[in-house]
């Protein structure tokens, strides 16, 4: 009995070897915040996971004119960002974009953000060994929330 264990063990050692050995990433939850007349700009959320060491080396998409890469920090108060040209990803870990270190911006945005659009998105990313891969996805737009005024009257506010 205890040999069909130990051969288990193995078959699924080899099983997750070949899946770790691919260079598989996982991109989910891509979304964005339906936009208003005017804005020029979008925060694209999303976490990405590799399976191998990597980096993120280019964002675009054909929806704006440049997505910038920034990391985040706060300054005095409030929150500044630094445009990076690439950012790391360890092994085996979530990079969550938009929640509070990372943020994924497209900027010259070329038309407004609708609720229920997909917006197409091509993540590139670089390996120890020089090798790319490009991962097009799609990021569902969502509505914009109402909001509250955090002054003297607490009136709800609709940024449409």
Do not use: C
């Amino acid at each position: 009995m205890k040999w069909w264990k130990f051969a288990g063990a193995i078959l699924l050692g080899a099983a997750t070897n070949a899946w770790a050995g691919s260079g598989d990433v996982l991109v989910n939850n891509a979304w964005l915040r339906e936009s208003v007349p005017g804005q020029d700009t979008a925060s694209l959320q999303l976490n990405l996971t590799s399976i191998k060491p990597a980096r993120l080396v280019a964002v675009n998409s054909p929806l704006s004119a440049a997505v910038k890469i920034q990391r985040l920090y706060p300054v005095r108060g409030k929150v500044k960002a630094q445009d990076v040209s690439n950012l790391r990803l360890p092994k085996r870990y979530t990079m969550v974009f938009g929640d509070k270190d990372f943020a994924l911006m497209l900027v010259g945005l070329k038309r407004q953000l609708n609720a229920g659009d997909r917006v197409p998105v091509s993540l590139v990313l670089e390996y120890p060994d020089k090798h790319t891969l490009k991962l097009d996805i799609e990021a569902e737009v969502r509505p914009l929330d109402l909001s509250y005024k955090h002054y003297q009257r607490q009136e709800v506010q609709d940024h449409r």
